[in-house]
């Protein structure tokens, strides 16, 4: 079955710091992976996709994702964060016909 | 490129009303264009799909006679939330994606819908 899973629903961390948000799927093919990101009532902003080539992907706002094939993982990273980076973000599985979304990290910027 | 837009992006309507929202692909022909719901702090559940022309294909336990999807064309889809209940308050997202441009969707803003 196809499933995402983020095993972190909520993260802080404080402005400047490092960030990892984690993510892993289960699909039965080659997996296109995506990172959206939500601010509050408003709609989803893609953040980066991977759909072939080179494993590590290079996103807006400075966010990367390494794509894990071995360990089905595709965490996204930023190595300093902003307090304007606070939002709900989704990893997504899936492709032009389906997409299937985790259930969301909330992450939380200390000042 | 690639602009998803929605209308109205917030309503409210009273209990047993219609409401119908709007999604429509700006720069774009959307084949392809999906509706989805989202409960607060929760993810975002699939509802339907539609392809241009075509009935809507509905995710299982979403009732095709509450939730009207059509795709009359290549850049306009509408939900239509038929006798609305309080329990049908939710955000709704569309996202198209269309031949030609990669293998992604577009959402749209969102539609925030409150039924009283």
């Known amino acids: 079955a196809q499933s995402v899973t983020q095993p972190d629903i909520h993260i802080t961390v404080s402005e400047g710091a490092s960030l990892e948000l984690r993510c892993n799927y289960s699909?039965?093919?080659?997996?296109?992976l995506f990172w959206y990101v939500q601010s509050p009532g408003q709609g989803l902003q893609l953040l980066l996709k991977?759909?072939?080539?080179?494993?590590l992907v290079q996103g807006i706002k400075g966010f990367e994702a390494e794509f894990k094939r071995s360990q089905s993982s595709f965490n996204l990273r930023k190595p300093s964060v902003h307090w304007s980076d606070a939002a709900e973000y989704f990893c997504?599985?899936?492709?032009?016909?389906?997409?299937?979304f985790g259930k969301g990290t909330r992450l939380h910027i200390l000042p | 490129g690639a602009v998803v837009s929605q209308h109205p992006s917030w309503v409210i309507c009273k209990s047993g009303t219609s409401v119908k929202i709007e999604c429509r692909s700006l720069?774009?022909?959307?084949?392809?264009m999906f509706w989805y719901r989202q409960f607060p702090k929760q993810s975002l559940m699939l509802m339907a799909t539609?392809?241009?022309?075509?009935?809507?294909?509905?995710e299982q336990g979403v009732e095709k006679d509450k939730f009207l999807i059509n795709h009359a064309s290549l850049t306009l889809s509408t939900l239509t939330v038929t006798s609305a209940h309080p329990e049908d308050s939710s955000f709704y997202i569309c996202?198209?994606?269309?031949?030609?441009?990669?293998?992604?969707?577009?959402f749209g803003p969102g539609t925030r819908l409150t039924v009283t």
């Open positions: 996202s198209a994606s269309g031949s030609g441009i990669t293998y992604e969707q577009y």
């Open positions: 699909y039965g093919a080659t997996p296109y």
């Open positions: 991977y759909f072939s080539g080179d494993t």
């Open positions: 997504a599985v899936g492709g032009y016909d389906k997409i299937i």
């Open positions: 720069d774009f022909q959307a084949t392809t």
């Open positions: 539609s392809n241009e022309g075509s009935k809507a294909t509905y």
